[in-house]
């Protein structure tokens, strides 16, 4: 249990120099292909910072593990709008620009729709069993397709319209070496903390849907936590905010689709009051931009942000 500690400690250290280090370097990456930190984050980011959920989905699947490969993703969507976004949002007012309100956002809410819609075939088809089966992880997948499609095109369109002195900033190379040592240790960082949670928790007796929802997802998405914490404070709000909406949908569409085409994932009735959360919070996401000053996640918004996920750990404790 020393060494568990140990791991632990050392885990949220590496968190946040990694985050630091990516942020940087996704910064200067950005700059040297002339394209924005919106797009970095929404892609280079947000799948880096999503591969925590990857790693243990993958091996939930693996193993037959489906209820918790479920509750961490659903678990970490939730945190990302309601912890990440608040605590972000807390750090510096966050502007998001047009298209992210009338294109992104929207896009993470279909991918909860779509989770929603394929999960429920007992409700929907009067089916016996409610699953998330291959084909189903193929339809998302395609899906992620079209997101990355629209992306390419967004930052095709960008290339056109910037331009920059080539001489200026760090290299492509030291940028990418920065993204690499910076992902490296929110994976590995990540995976110490959430490991150290998991042991504390089973070992008093916690169960796997509750650690799912609570202590792996909130561990999962610790380098989604940092990275935005760190780009708000360096005043990058297009990066805070590209990191988590693009989370969310990566999370959804590739690590969800990708663990369903490794093994069907039986999804409980239960569940889907967690969902409707995920769709609740994305709406207010897309609320909150013409609520006060427009399109700005506020600090009041982000205070109220933490509040309802408090309020949201609360309830799933005493029903858990």
């Known amino acids: 249990m020393a060494l ?5 400690v050392v885990g949220f250290v590496l968190l946040v120099k990694g985050a630091d280090m990516l942020v940087d370097g996704s910064v200067e990456l950005a700059k040297r292909l002339r394209i924005s930190n919106l797009v970095i984050g929404l892609t280079i980011v947000s ?23 479920i509750a961490n993703i659903v678990g970490s969507n939730i945190a990302n709008i309601f912890l990440i976004l608040g605590v972000a ?4 007012p966050l502007y998001v620009h047009k298209g992210t309100v009338w294109r992104e956002i929207p896009f993470s809410l279909l991918a909860i729709l779509v989770l929603a819609i ?10 016996g069993l409610d699953l998330i089966s291959r084909s189903d992880g193929m339809v998302m997948i395609l ?11 967004i930052a095709k369109n960008e290339r056109k319209k910037q331009f920059v002195n080539i001489e200026e900033g760090v290299s492509v190379p030291k940028s990418l070496l920065y993204l690499g040592l910076g992902l490296g240790g929110l994976v ?49 709000a297009e990066l805070a905010v590209g ?78």
């Open 47 to 69: 799948f880096g910072t999503s591969l925590p959920e990857m790693i243990v989905n993958i091996f939930a699947s693996a193993e037959g593990n489906t209820e918790l490969a």
């Open 4 to 8: 568990t500690i140990i791991l632990f």
């Open 188 to 236: 590995v960082g990540g995976n110490w903390v959430v490991n150290g949670a998991v042991d504390v928790a089973t070992f008093l007796g916690i169960s796997t849907n509750l650690i799912g929802l609570t202590i792996v997802a909130i561990g999962t998405s610790l380098p989604e936590l940092v990275t935005s914490a760190v780009a708000a404070y360096k005043k990058n």
């Open 118 to 127: 394929l999960a429920n075939d007992r409700v929907l088809d009067g089916l």
């Open 243 to 320: 990191n988590a909406v693009g989370s969310n949908i990566f999370n959804i569409l590739w690590i969800l689709g990708l663990s369903a085409l490794i093994r069907p994932l039986p999804f409980a009735a239960s569940s889907n009051f967690d969902v409707l959360v995920v769709i609740i919070a994305t709406l207010l996401l897309f609320i909150w931009m013409f609520v006060g000053k427009k399109r700005t996640l506020d600090r009041w918004q982000g205070v109220l942000f933490l509040f309802l996920y408090a309020a949201y750990i609360m309830l799933i404790i005493i029903r858990g």
């Open 89 to 92: 949002a807390i750090i510096l």
């Open 143 to 153: 899906f992620l397709i079209l997101f990355i499609y629209y992306i390419y095109n």
